[in-house]
């Protein structure tokens, strides 16, 4: 059963950046599928980039260009580094896993795992 814990949120001005880190314990990310999702306030949950386990996916309009997913060598941590933030990121970060989804999948009832989340807040 892995568990997922987030960290790396935090409040920065339009325009920061944050890094934010997803570690693994109890089994290895290069297993699964991996997702970040952001819940913004009044908001359900909603994809912002997936890793797929084999394949790069592409990355939604709204943060092409700004963020991006990766694992580290070791595969036991997911990131996502965010530059050119804005105020519409603001929200609660998840990271997500799934042994077995649909590639590339945003969606969440695709994911299994999640972690606790991470608040991100941008002002203007």
């Known amino acids: 059963q892995v568990k997922l814990v987030e960290s790396g949120g935090g409040s920065v001005q339009a325009g920061g950046s944050l890094r934010l880190s997803c570690a693994a314990s109890?089994?290895?990310?290069?297993?699964?599928?991996m997702a970040w999702f952001r819940q913004a306030p009044g908001k359900e949950r909603a994809g912002v980039v997936a890793?797929?386990?084999?394949?790069?996916?592409t990355y939604p309009d709204s943060v092409a260009g700004r963020f991006t997913i990766y694992k580290d060598y070791s595969k036991t941590t997911l990131y996502l580094q965010m530059n050119t933030l804005k105020p519409d990121d603001t929200g609660m970060y998840y990271c997500?896993?799934?042994?077995?989804?649909?590639?590339?999948?945003?969606?969440?009832?695709?994911?299994?795992?999640w972690g606790q989340g991470t608040q991100v807040t941008v002002s203007a």
């Open positions: 890793l797929d386990r084999v394949r790069s996916c």
């Open positions: 997500a896993a799934a042994l077995s989804s649909p590639d590339c999948s945003l969606n969440e009832v695709d994911y299994t795992h």
């Open positions: 109890g089994d290895t990310i290069s297993r699964f599928h």
